[in-house]
């Protein structure tokens, strides 16, 4: 399986504070036959979360989004699968609220996000968004460019996260 076969998702912190929805949302991840090859629980500083969206620097919507994303605990996956980026982009819908609730009204978006910023979850755009996020959260796990089989799991280095 390829790197490409990975991606980057993120519970934010209003759907981890919600356990309905945050059993919901594993539910639709596991019903779509995507698999979690690594998960980790943590709170962001002020700092990561600017590292992380430094990209939004600027934009109206920046203040906000570093506000939600340090209000309290988040999740953080690693997911695999063929197609696994717009398999889970798909998954989590449009990034606006309103839009997702028109256009994919049984998208994690539309169920469970309460805002644009707000909006539940977020997933690597391709692969270089991938590589870049997973190094964050993930330092000590190598992502192979291919694995030879459906048992695809994250090489560990020795320290654990």
Same mark, same amino acid.
């Given at each position: 399986?390829?790197?490409?076969?990975?991606?980057?998702?993120?519970?934010?912190?209003?759907?981890?504070?919600?356990?309905?929805?945050?059993?919901?949302?594993?539910?639709?991840?596991?019903?779509?036959?995507?698999?979690?090859?690594?998960?980790?629980?943590?709170?962001?500083?002020?700092?990561?979360?600017?590292?992380?969206?430094?990209?939004?620097?600027?934009? !109206? $919507?920046?203040?906000?989004?570093?506000?939600?994303?340090?209000?309290?605990?988040?999740?953080?996956? =690693?997911? #695999? &699968?063929?197609?696994?980026?717009?398999?889970?982009?798909?998954?989590?819908?449009?990034?606006?609220?309103?839009?997702?609730?028109?256009?994919?009204?049984?998208?994690?978006?539309?169920?469970?996000?309460?805002?644009?910023?707000?909006?539940?979850?977020?997933?690597?755009?391709?692969?270089?968004?991938?590589?870049?996020?997973?190094?964050? !959260? $993930?330092?000590?796990?190598?992502?192979?460019?291919?694995?030879?089989?459906?048992?695809?799991?994250? =090489?560990? #280095? &020795?320290?654990?996260?």
């Amino acid at each position: 399986m390829a790197a490409s076969a990975f991606t980057l998702a993120i519970f934010k912190p209003h759907l981890l504070k919600n356990p309905v929805a945050y059993c919901a949302t594993e539910q639709l991840i596991a019903a779509s036959g995507i698999r979690i090859v690594s998960r980790r629980k943590l709170s962001l500083t002020e700092r990561q979360a600017k590292q992380f969206y430094r990209d939004h620097e600027g934009k !109206f $919507f920046y203040g906000r989004l570093i506000s939600l994303m340090t209000s309290g605990p988040l999740e953080v996956l =690693v997911l #695999s &699968g063929e197609n696994v980026i717009s398999r889970w982009r798909a998954l989590m819908g449009p990034t606006k609220v309103f839009k997702a609730v028109y256009t994919n009204p049984d998208c994690v978006r539309s169920l469970y996000g309460l805002s644009d910023t707000r909006n539940a979850s977020h997933g690597s755009d391709s692969l270089a968004s991938f590589l870049t996020e997973a190094a964050i !959260f $993930f330092p000590d796990q190598q992502f192979p460019e291919a694995a030879a089989t459906d048992n695809c799991q994250p =090489v560990t #280095s &020795g320290r654990g996260t």
